[in-house]
């Protein structure tokens, strides 16, 4: 395998959740009867407000911008800006998928998961005894 730096993989990783969020809420227009809900102003359990959707993007910016920050950085504020923004995403993941039946949203929902709870230990690992400081 191919040697890469904890950064470059914790941007991969980012980066990859990143495309996983679009994927997700593209495919989420699809479902009979939600276009209809948005056009009602509606996003699930939610109104849509300029508040909502603010918050909604605040969500989306957090993570695009880790992509940005991981590589930028210095390493220990970039090791623990993983840490708490790869647990906090974690939590996020699970929130959005309880209560959901649809089985695309439940994969994706797993395989966000799974790359925010990697960005939480890779990071944490980090620089532990023996650890590369790359």
Known sequence: MTHLGPR???????????????HADF?????????????AGRIGPL???????????LLMALPA??????????????????????????????????GESWAFYLFYGALETILTVSIAVFSYLWLRPGASAH
């Open 8 to 22: 470059v993989r914790l941007t991969a990783l980012w980066a990859a959740l990143m495309f996983l969020y679009l």
């Open 27 to 39: 495919f989420a227009l699809f479902p009979q009867g939600h276009l209809g809900q948005i056009i």
């Open 47 to 57: 109104d849509v407000t300029q508040m909502s959707l603010f918050l909604a993007s």
């Open 65 to 98: 911008a880790m992509v940005a920050l991981t590589p930028l950085l210095p390493t220990t504020p970039c090791r623990w800006a993983n840490v708490g923004m790869g647990g906090l995403y974690t939590l996020v993941n699970i929130g959005t998928v309880v």
